[in-house]
């Protein structure tokens, strides 16, 4: 499914932020690893979020991961017109295999099937010329 990525808001990419955006671009997940105590971190920051140091890198993440929490959106998302081709809009919290938990869309899913616990993929899209964004997808192994 192509779906569009007009009239929908774009991330603000810093320098922070932006090899995560690129690795998802070219279809790859990438997360912050401390060098200290192997957290990975998610959202991009400065800092591990759990020992404090600054020493991180950017590492390959596990592709799949398991959905922790999920909501269904039946309502244009955000008020924003750009998302009616997606409603329902499935929002799940995933817990990767590697320790991370995302924020993420859920596609390729009937609302109805998704469940706390569903093991779940990660594909990329396309939303501008420097960035990507991963989405998850059930897996079934």
Known sequence: MNISTENKPLPTITDQTRPFWTAAKNGSL?????????TF????KP?????????LQWT????????????????IAMN????????????????????ARLYAQLTRCDPESVQVGM???????SISEEAGIPKFHPHHE
């Open 80 to 99: 924003l017109a750009g998302w009616k081709d997606e409603i329902p809009l499935i929002l799940c919290l995933i817990d990767r295999e590697d320790g």
């Open 30 to 38: 990438v997360l912050q690893k401390c060098q200290r105590c192997a």
């Open 41 to 44: 971190n998610f959202h991009p």
């Open 119 to 125: 093991r779940v993929a990660v594909h990329f899209e």
């Open 60 to 75: 390959p993440a596990q592709p799949f991961g398991t959905v922790y929490s999920f909501t269904v959106s039946r309502s």
């Open 47 to 55: 800092w591990c979020i759990e020992c404090g140091s600054r020493d």
